[in-house]
């Protein structure tokens, strides 16, 4: 099992295995000014989205 080819993929594609409803935004993020580290999944919980006060929140996904 490799991670991008398998759990990665998954996670994109079944994202409430994480145990939130998640929106994901991107994969491989690695956008950062002062570090190459890298994102494997970018995603925002989507009650914060849809919540009235209009805030949300950035959930980084590691796999």
Not at 34 to 55: C, F, N, P, Q, Y
Not at 57 to 62: G, K, L, N
């Amino acid at each position: 099992m490799r991670e991008r080819d398998h759990l990665q993929e998954w996670l994109v594609h079944q994202p409430d295995a994480l145990g939130e409803e998640l929106l994901i935004i991107q994969k491989e993020f690695d956008g950062f000014d002062e570090t190459r580290e890298r994102l494997d999944l970018l995603a925002l919980d989507k009650g914060a989205i849809s919540s009235s006060s209009r805030t949300s929140s950035t959930t980084p996904v590691a796999t």
